[in-house]
């Protein structure tokens, strides 16, 4: 069974720090692009960044462009999100994704495998 299972979220305020992990078990990821997804009470999920399967090439939303930062670790078959200069409009429930593909991709569709989520929350 595929599992993602992610992990970091919780409550910091403005300018703070957090660091999001995903860990996948039941088959390995080193082949495939993994991304970043959140999701905003009323809005619709939206990508915040993706990174290929090497880790040589990233992607992000101009929105978190600069202050977050996407990687991974094929070894621990798991890939992590740095979250710098955190906004209140960063609040969102985040989702660690895998694609079918090696290559970045930024739409949901793309993506087959999903984690259940973590919230993080930030205050002003």
């Known amino acids: 069974q595929v599992q993602l299972v992610e992990s970091g979220g919780g409550l910091v305020q403005a300018g703070g720090s957090l660091r999001l992990s995903c860990a996948a078990s039941?088959?390995?990821?080193?082949?495939?692009?993994m991304g970043w997804f959140r999701q905003a009470p009323g809005k619709e999920r939206e990508f915040v960044a993706a990174i290929a399967w090497s880790g040589g090439r990233t992607y992000y939303a101009d929105s978190v462009k600069g202050r977050f930062t996407i990687s991974r670790d094929n070894a621990k078959n798991s890939v992590y999100l740095q979250m710098n200069s955190l906004k209140p409009e960063d609040t969102a429930v985040y989702y660690c994704?895998?694609?079918?593909?090696?290559?970045?991709?930024?739409?949901?569709?793309?993506?087959?495998?999903w984690g259940q989520g973590t919230q993080v929350t930030v205050s002003s």
């Open positions: 039941g088959r390995t990821f080193s082949s495939n692009a």
């Open positions: 994704a895998a694609s079918s593909g090696w290559t970045i991709v930024t739409q949901t569709r793309e993506y087959d495998y």
